[in-house]
């Protein structure tokens, strides 16, 4: 089937820094992206959806300039978060869906951790 | 009440059982999910249905659209099958609503 990766897998940063991580379809081409957020023992949250070219359109209650989304090509979207605080430390996992039966394709997830 | 409801919980069983997993939803939808979410955390998409049945290897997911509720199925079970398995409803937007996963756990 089809490959979603993520860059990097686990991330460890400071309070106050951004950090960046990398959704990639690997052999098809993504029209949307989702940004999904899961607390330890907690069902996936959708943050945000993201079509190529296109402003991301993010749910009620995720800070949009807070979670930067860009979506620049149709098989690369990335989350920047910005200015990091330890409440923020998360499994971040990304989705892609493309191809003729638009089936959706998981990423492996982002273990961000703010200390 | 939420939208997605997942049954069992937890759930053990001893290798070679036959697993049923349930889920029930509330709202209408486009297809339904089941994804395979191993310790590590990442998620394999197992199947998207909307509507009958699919099999895949020892993987069977069933939907009933008229009384809103969708079956997984895991036949001659192993260990490597532990894992927590979700259930998620996709509206006509694409988004997708979660259940809260069933904790499968097989024993050798």
């Known amino acids: 089937g089809a490959v979603v990766s993520q860059h990097p897998s686990w991330v460890i940063c400071k309070s106050g820094t951004s950090v960046k991580i990398e959704c990639r379809s690997l052999?098809?081409?993504?029209?949307?992206m989702f940004w999904y957020r899961q607390f330890p023992k907690q069902s996936l949250m959708l943050m945000a959806t993201s079509n190529e070219g296109s402003k991301a359109t993010y749910e009620q209650g995720v800070e949009k300039d807070k979670f930067l989304i860009n979506h620049a090509s149709l098989t690369l979207s990335t989350l920047t978060v910005t200015s990091a605080h330890p409440e923020d430390s998360s499994f971040y996992i990304c989705?892609?869906?493309?191809?003729?039966?638009?089936?959706?394709?998981f990423g492996p997830g982002t273990r961000l951790t703010v200390t | 009440k939420n939208e997605v409801e997942q049954s069992p919980q937890n759930l053990t069983a001893q290798e070679g059982e036959f697993i049923t997993i349930n889920c029930s939803y509330s709202?209408?939808?486009?297809?339904l999910h089941w994804l395979q979410q191993h310790p590590g955390g990442g998620i394999v998409s197992l199947f998207m249905?909307?509507?009958g049945k699919k099999k895949h290897g020892r993987l069977i997911a069933t939907i009933n659209i008229q009384e809103k509720h969708s079956s997984l199925h895991i036949t001659a079970s192993h260990p490597r099958d532990s894992a927590v398995y979700i259930c998620a409803a996709e509206r006509g937007n694409e988004k997708l609503t979660f259940g809260t996963g069933t904790r499968l756990t097989i024993i050798p």
């Open positions: 989705s892609a869906r493309g191809g003729v039966w638009r089936e959706q394709y």
């Open positions: 709202v209408g939808i486009s297809a």
């Open positions: 052999d098809f081409q993504a029209t949307t």
């Open positions: 249905l909307s509507s």
